[in-house]
């Protein structure tokens, strides 16, 4: 029997279920289809993510009574308000705040006023959203995001869910697009 491949779907991260605490991460596309989203990886991230729009890959497992279930093997947070945000863990460099992305390990200093309010969170994974100026560096990583827009996705130990899933820019900066 050979293994199922991955697959790759995008829609809208929801959470179902009437008992606050038995509640599942579900994912919507613009059909109206919806699959039950499991991960052990990314359990609390993915509802942290609840209300955005998300790419996840991995691969149906089996099925619940409302459709099919799938394991979330990795997962993209679709472009905020235009522009795709950073994702990583927070870290406290002397008196600045930085951003060091999951993936690529590149680091970017946070400014502006949200970026304070980021300084309470050291050590917790976030997304950021912002404009990037980049640094003058050699090989061109890196920058400083002016943060517009953040969510908590996970706790440094990830054993409680994370406080409020995301705080919005002010009322003049751009909002997020749906």
């Not at 993510?49 to 991995?58: E, Q, S």
């Not at 394991?71 to 870290?91: D, F």
Request: proline share 9%; aromatic share 6%; net charge negative.
């Amino acid at each position: 029997m050979a293994p199922e491949l991955s697959v790759t779907l995008e829609g809208d991260v929801a959470l179902a279920g009437e008992d606050p605490l038995d509640r599942t991460v579900v994912l919507s596309d613009a059909g109206g289809s919806v699959c039950a989203l499991s991960s052990p990886r990314f359990e609390y991230e993915l509802r942290s993510l609840a209300g955005h729009r998300v790419r996840v890959t991995g691969r149906v497992t089996g099925k619940t009574a409302s459709g099919p279930e799938f394991l979330v093997e990795s997962y993209e947070l679709a472009p905020v308000g235009g522009r795709a945000p950073s994702i990583g863990t927070l870290v406290l460099r002397g008196t600045g705040l930085v951003l060091v992305e999951s993936r690529s390990g590149v680091e970017y200093a946070l400014a502006g006023p949200l970026a304070g309010v980021l300084c309470a969170f050291p050590g917790f994974k976030v997304w950021v959203d912002g404009p990037v100026t980049p640094f003058e560096k050699k090989n061109g990583a890196g920058g400083t995001i002016a943060v517009e827009g953040y969510g908590i996705l996970a706790s440094p130990a990830r054993a409680i869910l994370a406080p409020p899933a995301s705080t919005a820019a002010p009322a003049d900066a751009t909002p997020e697009q749906p």
